[in-house]
């Protein structure tokens, strides 16, 4: 109940030196050059595939590219058809391909243990035909991982700081979607035209969307409060086109450096939002009783992701910047 948000969705994902920052990339807003810029430049005007029309991601994804003026078109085809994956990139010829389709389950992870066939088949098959008919046309594809695929343990214990890195083996198989993901991010290993952006936790600053972790945790009367890594996607998703444009390949922790609790989020929450907002705490055996799998509880490593841009917030400056003060109604008129 407290894993990413998602949905029964085939193309839908719901709930990877330091370089200096091209100079036509807006640090202070995350954003990439407009494509009338580009061809200014010299450089090549930029067409976006994207997969995952109805999914949040995806669906943010064409909004900010619209926004940065970056032509993009959404596939048609399935992933498992290999034949409709050729049709779309032969018709819309794209310079990237943007993957954020996959099966999460609804309302949670555990329908993805009822439904593991179909679970295999979007997650792990439709995900590795769609990079290997890129690998062959020769296009990079950024694909929307998830990092919910360890949990803490003896070498990265709770509240130690030490996460886990990009070349970290996965630890955690307690649920089927988190042990398909596993299957599929060891499998695109192999592909060097992949860039495996690891997703945990996403949050927005969009608090009436049901599939905001911080929208859904407020929703619960008791809440475990335990430190993870989280992904804010006001933040982090104008950096994945950024990442996609210098052409970033192999596993990124795509998740703002450092962790943060339950119960910090949820004080924020009071701070910013509901002065009157009340929840109480429950331990790990609690939960048990009312989830069907295991859920993922861990810290991802950072240093990889800030070193290429150093400009990514540590998750609570983050979150106090894209999410909270964008929604701030204490102490306001």
């Not at 919910?148 to 709770?158: G, K, Q, S």
């Not at 599929?184 to 905001?212: A, F, G, K, Q, W």
Request: hydrophobic content about 35%; aromatic content about 10%; some cysteine.
């Amino acid at each position: 109940m407290l894993m990413m948000p998602g949905g029964v969705e085939r193309n839908g994902f719901d709930d990877g030196g330091t370089a200096d920052v091209p100079s036509g990339f807006d640090k202070k807003e995350g954003t990439v050059p407009r494509t009338g810029d580009a061809a200014a430049s010299g450089k090549p005007s930029l067409k976006f595939l994207i997969y995952g029309r109805t999914s949040w991601i995806g669906d943010l994804l064409g909004k900010l590219s619209e926004g940065q003026g970056i032509p993009y078109e959404y596939g048609k085809g399935r992933l498992e058809d290999r034949s409709s994956l050729m049709a779309d990139i032969r018709n819309i010829k794209p310079t990237h391909v943007f993957n954020a389709a996959g099966v999460t389950g609804r309302p949670n992870v555990d329908w993805c243990k009822s439904h593991k066939s179909k679970t295999i088949c979007a997650n792990v098959v439709g995900t590795l035909t769609l990079a290997d008919v890129c690998r062959e046309s020769g296009l990079l594809m950024a694909n929307f991982a998830t990092g919910c695929i360890f949990e803490y343990d003896a070498t990265h214990p709770e509240g130690s700081g030490i996460g886990f890195k990009e070349e970290d083996k996965p630890n955690f198989t307690g649920s089927f979607y988190s042990k398909t993901k596993a299957m599929e991010e060891e499998l695109l290993r192999e592909y060097d035209n992949v860039c495996t952006l690891r997703v945990r936790m996403p949050i927005s600053s969009d608090l009436s969307n049901p599939r905001n972790f911080i929208t859904k945790i407020s929703w619960y009367n008791k809440v475990v409060n335990i430190p993870y890594s989280m992904t804010v996607l006001d933040e982090l998703l104008p950096i994945s086109i950024e990442m996609a444009n210098r052409n970033l390949r192999g596993i990124w922790n795509f998740t703002n450096p450092g962790v943060v609790s339950h119960k910090e989020i949820l004080e924020m929450y009071k701070q910013y939002i509901d002065p009157e907002f009340k929840w109480a705490n429950f331990t790990l055996g609690e939960q048990a009783k009312v989830i069907v799998a295991p859920r993922s509880n861990n810290e991802m490593d950072g240093v990889k992701l800030k070193g290429e841009l150093s400009e990514v917030l540590s998750i609570k400056e983050s979150l106090v910047k894209y999410v909270f003060e964008q929604n701030k109604k204490v102490g306001t008129a």
